[in-house]
Nanobody, 116 residues
Framework: QVQLVESGGGLVQPGGSLTLSCVAS???????VGWFREAPGKLREMVAH???????YFADSVRGRFTISRDNAKNTLSLQMNGLKPEDTARYHC???????????WGQGTQVTVSS
């Protein structure tokens, strides 16, 4: 059982940056970990993930603006978000799962609002 807790969300102006962090209660070393986001009226979107071999995936909507990293020793992962746009407004959840997109564990999320 892995419990995940996110932090770092907030209100930011368009073009700004935020770093989201996620701390796991158990070991994440054997999981692909990543982030998905949910916004009212929109489908869940898998934003980014990083595998155990440190291969990364990014959604087309964020590629080039977001980076993802993990620290297995600390059981943490981060999402660096640059060049934020209003359409990035959503609740961001970290998760632990598999490279093919299954989500085994996820956190409660942290709200990101991009607005002037």
């Amino acid at each position: 059982q892995v419990q995940l807790v996110e932090s770092g969300g907030g209100l930011v102006q368009p073009g700004g940056s935020l770093t989201l962090s996620c701390v796991a209660s158990g070991s994440i070393g054997s999981y692909t970990v990543g982030w998905f986001r949910e916004a009212p009226g929109k489908l869940r979107e898998m934003v980014a993930h990083i595998t155990t071999a440190r291969s990364t995936y990014f959604a087309d909507s964020v590629r080039g603006r977001f980076t993802i990293s993990r620290d297995n020793a600390k059981n943490t992962l981060s999402l660096q978000m640059n060049g934020l746009k209003p359409e990035d407004t959503a609740r961001y959840h970290c998760y632990a799962g598999s490279p093919v997109g299954t989500v085994d564990y996820w956190g409660q999320g942290t709200q990101v609002t991009v607005s002037s």
